[in-house]
């Protein structure tokens, strides 16, 4: 350790952002350029080298964390990028998009500011980009066995590049017209600009992976013909059926779901489109739900100058500290404001007080609309504690010409791919596999969020690291790949939290 104290001496600090006035009026990513370098070092030296560091347990990854952070400390950041490497295929994409359970997770959040772990990743990921340091590497030798990815988000594209680096023949099939999943089409540019992307599937190109653009597995292509053409298939679809609001008024124009809207945004930063046919522009817009894809909706109709927007949250207001029930070293439930409400409390009309746009406790009851059947207000009502019933009495109005549901997502989309294949269920709806990623057909696998249920992106990419090592099993009988979780495996819970000592 290049400084056995600077966990006392050196306080956390954060990657410093644009300000709102400069980035609401572009697609840039919030954060100054180049704003790690001058602190990394220091931040990383924060790190206390546990000798039981459980931020290895909260990223299912297994990402070696202090390896790295003395590694950065020391100023090595070649040996800091190739141990990043090794478990993490894309760092550049989690330090951006993951809400970094290593962190609530460290050792020194127990009782001071935790090691900004998630930084110190970022800042090895851009480094070793601008340095030259993430080279293809294509296999030395081919297998001659053949693999179909089935979906192109973080699950299919891990899977594909580590079953691609072991020498196997992989093509990847997207049903959209460009590889990425949700995080080309999901993710504002704001929080991953497509570049880093596309230099990412660059890099699997130039190794060998092959990927075929617009083919819907099961509708385009035969998935049972798709299975019979290759020695393995893995399904990672992800879980885009997204969840319902089945309130008087839904039928209603102006009223879209949250993957209606973000796509088109992101089509029109792209250049495919001029104008988006789902603008906030000039509009009062309600955002309905309580996640990141929330948080998503409502930057992106700031930076389309939206007249006002507001957000309805059915949960109760979070602690503002980490609540008893949700001990160390869980990933805790509270009150968090994403970089969009910060700059939604900037922007907030002055008739608002509350810098938070949030009502929280909140059920929607109905959607007003006009004579011309366009949705001009939204009801909503108290949510009741545990039942988020609307109670009788508590009606409130917003007025809204664009509603946006942000809900998440009941699992993968069932139809095609799964009834040709003859894939079972299980019993959250999602598709069903064995402690193996196999889905029960012979040589199917399934990865990701179509298997997990709606996840985190870390866990998308460890889902795909963990079934391209089951393939290769599979094809080879030789567990040369890493598999760092089960299945089986989950977050840290506060059942999982032995209690303390009497």
Known sequence: MADAKAFLNT?????????????????????????????????????????????????????LVPEWNRLVSEDDWSDAVERLGATNNFPE????????PCESACVLAINA??????????????????????????????????????????????????????????????????????????????????????????QLRAEGTRFRTGVAVGRDLPADELRAGCDAVVIAIGATAWRELPVPGRESSGVHQAMEYLPLANRVVAGDLDR???????????????????????????????????????????????PEAQPWPVHPKVHRATTSHEEAAELRPPDLPDPDIRAYASATVRFDADAGGHVSAVRFADAEAGSRAPVPGTEHMLPADLVLLAL???????????????LGLDTRGN??????????????????????????????????????AAVHRYLTGHDELPSPITPADHAITPEDVPPLPA
């Open 11 to 63: 306080p956390r600090l954060l990657r410093a952002r644009r300000t709102v006035a400069a980035r609401v009026h572009d697609w840039e990513e919030v954060y100054q350029r180049r704003a790690l370098l001058p602190i990394i070092s220091d931040q990383a030296a924060r790190c206390m080298d546990c000798g039981l560091p459980f931020c290895h347990q909260a990223c299912p990854l297994g990402n």
């Open 93 to 100: 994409f989690t330090g951006r998009l993951c809400p970094a």
């Open 113 to 202: 500011d935790a090691v900004t772990i998630k930084n110190v990743e970022l800042a090895i990921a851009d480094h070793a980009w601008e340095h030259g340091l993430e080279p293809p590497r294509p296999p030395e030798r081919r297998t001659g066995r053949t693999v179909a990815v089935v979906g192109s988000g973080p699950a299919g594209l891990a899977a594909a590049q580590q079953l691609t680096r072991a020498g196997h023949t992989v093509t990847v099939y997207e049903r959209t017209d460009r590889v990425g999943g949700l995080l080309r089409y999901g993710i504002p540019d704001f929080r991953l600009e497509k570049h880093r992307l596309d230099r990412r599937i660059d």
């Open 276 to 322: 988006s046919p789902v603008s906030a522009q000039g509009r009062h817009v309600v955002v309905i739900g309580g996640g990141d894809t929330a948080a998503d909706c409502i930057g992106t109709a700031l930076r389309q100058e939206a007249l006002d927007v507001r957000q309805l949250d059915i949960h109760p207001r979070p602690p503002e500290d980490r």
């Open 408 to 422: 998440g997502f009941a699992g993968p989309e069932h139809a095609g791919l799964a009834d040709q294949l003859g």
């Open 431 to 468: 598709l069903a596999r064995d402690d193996r990623f196999a889905a029960g057909p012979d040589g199917v696998f399934v990865a990701g969020d179509a298997g997990r249920g709606q996840s985190l992106v870390v866990w998308a990419i460890a889902e795909g690291r963990a079934a391209a």
